[in-house]
């Protein structure tokens, strides 16, 4: 079997737990595209994981994780993710496998992502400021270095030493700290001796896998939205988050994909500038922020808050063909009376598809809202779908027939085991 999870909105949706809980049962769990501007976040045992590379679901016992081709790596952010899966006594050796055609994140692009940020001003993307815009374009202008070069030493140091020389020029430029090369090569050499027994070519273990009808779960770094042509561009990331984005990014086939699910948080939330529909910023939206821990994993910004943006999620799970639904951060909503819930927009009265939106249009929409009823019974402790509040039930139900995708989850706490399988 093969399973795509991937984020229906602006990221945060809870991806890294609904990743953890299917893993349970997958021989493999594949990262394969973004970098660490991704924060995924699992709790097993009461202890927190904060992931920014290693993928979700490594952390059951027979599932191997795998960083695919896609995949843009900072050494420095992996390595201390391996040591702290090691602290906790993890063997990783034949547990995590990295493929040497990831491109890897240079001081030169994170002290760029930033000069690039501060010379915008007001006109700023809101960006993690972790080099991975920088290193996208070096990749695609062919002037990037992967984890190949870092290999095979002697031409690392020859296209490190001609990169950082351009790149120290026009941090010059931006009056930002010129990137020391010596320096820099000897913790390399560091990174590449404590890297080298993870590294391996990945796409004939997958395609074996795959062969040998082993189950294997690819994990969404980032939502639909920030998709580099799907989503509110300049205002994303760097890579496709959508399901083509699985075969360049892993070399596996997307048409053996047996699930693929859209993972939806029963509100909006973002990290980071550009439109936002249905953003709101008063008492509910304060403590919806407050009761859902609405800080960014990887940033520590608060999150921007909204009403759940069907009109954005339908495009998500079209453009993706999604299967399944898996509704996270329901419990969050207990408490609040009126919950409001866009179902279109329209511009100069007129209806206007997510689609036939740049962020100009964005701006300007007006949100059309359905007001449900709220709830006030705790459902954090609730194992069936029966038993939930009648106004929660209803609340899903809407969802699902709009989106006419099927609720297969519903996630009643950030803990691994609070799901309700539907």
């Known amino acids: 079997m093969m399973q795509f999870v991937f984020g229906s909105q602006w990221g945060d949706e809870g991806k890294g737990k609904i990743v953890d809980f299917l893993a349970a049962k997958a021989d493999y769990t594949v990262r394969f595209?973004?970098?660490?501007?991704?924060?995924?976040?699992?709790?097993?045992?009461?202890?927190?994981?904060?992931?920014?590379?290693?993928?979700?679901?490594?952390?059951?016992?027979?599932?191997?994780?795998?960083?695919?081709?896609?995949?843009?790596?900072?050494?420095?952010?992996?390595i201390t993710e391996i040591k702290q899966l090691q602290a906790e006594g993890m063997d990783l050796t034949n547990k995590?496998?990295?493929?040497?055609?990831?491109h890897l994140i240079m001081p030169y692009h994170k002290a760029l992502d930033e000069a690039y940020e501060n010379a915008r001003g007001k006109n700023k993307l809101g960006t993690t400021k972790r080099g991975i815009g920088p290193t996208f374009a070096d990749k695609v202008s062919y002037n990037g270095i992967r984890l190949y070069e870092l290999f095979n030493f002697k031409y690392f140091e020859e296209k490190f030493r001609f990169q950082a020389g351009i790149k120290n020029k026009?941090?010059?430029?931006?009056?930002?700290?010129?990137?020391?090369?010596?320096?820099?090569?000897?913790?390399?050499?560091?990174?590449r001796r404590i890297l080298a027994p993870y590294v391996i070519d990945t796409f004939p273990i997958l395609s074996e896998a795959v062969a040998?009808?082993?189950?294997?779960?690819?994990?969404?770094?980032?939502?639909?939205?920030?998709?580099?042509?799907?989503?509110?561009?300049?205002?994303?990331?760097?890579?496709?988050?959508?399901?083509?984005?699985?075969?360049?990014g892993s070399g596996l086939p997307i048409n053996k994909i047996d699930k693929i699910w859209a993972v939806v948080k029963a509100y909006t939330t973002r990290v980071g500038e550009g439109p936002v529909p249905t953003e709101f910023d008063d008492e509910v939206a304060h403590t919806i922020r407050e009761q859902g821990h609405e800080y960014g994993t990887t940033t520590g910004r608060p999150r921007r808050i909204g009403w759940l943006d069907l009109e954005a999620v339908k495009f998500a799970c079209q453009i993706t063909s999604a299967n399944c639904l898996a509704i996270t951060k329901t419990?969050?909503?207990?408490?609040?009376?009126?919950?409001?819930?866009?179902?279109?927009?329209?511009?100069?009265?007129?209806?206007?598809?997510?689609?036939?939106?740049?962020?100009?249009?964005?701006?300007?929409?007006?949100?059309?809202?359905?007001?449900?009823?709220?709830?006030?019974?705790?459902?954090?402790?609730?194992?069936?779908?029966?038993?939930?509040?009648?106004?929660?039930?209803?609340?899903?139900?809407?969802?699902?027939?709009?989106?006419?995708?099927?609720?297969?989850?519903?996630?009643?706490?950030?803990?691994?085991?609070?799901?309700?399988?539907?």
Not at 34 to 54: C, D, E, Q, S
Not at 96 to 102: A, D, N, V, W
Not at 219 to 236: F, I, K, R, T
Not at 391 to 401: A, G, K, V
């Open 33 to 78: 595209h973004g970098g660490n501007n991704a924060g995924h976040t699992v709790i097993v045992g009461g202890k927190k994981y904060p992931f920014h590379l290693m993928p979700s679901g490594i952390l059951n016992k027979k599932t191997v994780g795998v960083i695919g081709n896609g995949v843009i790596i900072d050494p420095e952010v992996l």
């Open 96 to 102: 995590l496998i990295i493929s040497p055609r990831c």
């Open 170 to 191: 026009i941090l010059t430029l931006f009056k930002v700290a010129p990137i020391e090369i010596e320096r820099e090569l000897i913790k390399f050499k560091e990174y």
């Open 212 to 248: 040998k009808k082993k189950h294997i779960l690819f994990e969404g770094a980032h939502g639909v939205m920030l998709d580099v042509d799907w989503g509110l561009y300049p205002y994303c990331t760097g890579s496709n988050i959508i399901t083509g984005g699985i075969n360049t």
């Open 331 to 422: 419990d969050i909503l207990t408490g609040i009376k009126k919950i409001k819930v866009c179902i279109g927009y329209r511009l100069e009265g007129k209806k206007i598809p997510y689609s036939g939106c740049g962020y100009v249009e964005l701006a300007k929409v007006e949100p059309i809202y359905k007001t449900f009823n709220g709830w006030t019974e705790d459902i954090r402790m609730i194992a069936k779908f029966n038993k939930l509040p009648k106004n929660c039930q209803i609340y899903l139900r809407f969802i699902s027939s709009f989106l006419k995708v099927p609720v297969k989850i519903v996630s009643t706490g950030p803990e691994r085991e609070r799901n309700i399988i539907v």
